[in-house]
């Protein structure tokens, strides 16, 4: 942690440029690990004087990166995310609870038009009055939101997930 401070209720951003959304996912029978990050990532949200939170998280859906420019051509196809039908994949945030350093954000997840709730646990990893770090980690699967509708022994399972989220004040 940085600071001790306490973040000031308002409206927050998120600071694109100091947060990552990565992921990744096994293929070829569990062997291999393919890892991305989403290059556009957009959002932001509101705290409460209570302490409780909510806001939103947005990704474009044709920005993900994996240092391969066929696959992640594959990726943004009708067979993963679809990205000329579902530009965004989209996290709500409904409610987050603070208990400490520790968040439960109790939110729905978009892909694909696809919305499905989505309870992540995360933790604070900077907490100053102006600038706030969350970090999470998580598991989706893919198929609750249409992608990898094809079983095949090269790609199935589950999507492993990591934020490391900076929000600063919006003033």
């Given at each position: 942690?940085?600071?001790?401070?306490?973040?000031?209720?308002?409206?927050?951003?998120?600071?694109?440029?100091?947060?990552?959304?990565?992921?990744?996912?096994?293929?070829?029978?569990?062997?291999?690990?393919?890892?991305?990050?989403?290059?556009?990532?957009?959002?932001?949200?509101?705290?409460?004087?209570?302490?409780?939170?909510?806001?939103?998280?947005?990704?474009?859906?044709?920005?993900?990166d994996t240092k391969n420019a066929k696959?992640?051509?594959?990726?943004?196809?009708?067979?993963?995310?679809?990205?000329?039908?579902?530009?965004?994949?989209?996290?709500?945030?409904?409610?987050?609870?603070?208990?400490?350093?520790?968040?439960?954000?109790?939110?729905?997840?978009?892909?694909?038009?696809?919305t499905e709730p989505v309870t992540l646990?995360?933790?604070?990893?900077?907490?100053?009055?102006?600038?706030?770090?969350?970090?999470?980690?998580?598991?989706?699967?893919?198929?609750?939101?249409?992608?990898?509708?094809?079983?095949?022994?090269?790609v199935k399972g589950d999507t492993a997930?990591?934020?490391?989220?900076?929000?600063?004040?919006?003033?």
């Open positions: 942690m940085s600071s001790n401070e306490t973040p000031a209720p308002g409206a927050w951003r998120l600071d694109a440029g100091s947060s990552t959304v990565s992921l990744g996912h096994k293929t070829f029978w569990g062997l291999v690990t393919v890892k991305g990050e989403f290059r556009t990532v957009t959002g932001g949200g509101e705290l409460a004087a209570d302490g409780t939170a909510r806001g939103e998280l947005t990704l474009a859906a044709d920005s993900l696959r992640d051509e594959h990726l943004r196809s009708a067979d993963f995310f679809d990205a000329a039908n579902h530009p965004e994949l989209r996290f709500e945030a409904r409610e987050i609870r603070s208990s400490g350093d520790a968040l439960t954000i109790d939110g729905a997840l978009t892909v694909r038009g696809t646990t995360a933790r604070r990893t900077e907490t100053a009055a102006h600038a706030v770090r969350v970090e999470a980690e998580t598991t989706i699967d893919p198929r609750r939101f249409g992608v990898l509708k094809k079983k095949s022994g090269m997930v990591r934020l490391s989220l900076r929000f600063v004040a919006a003033s």
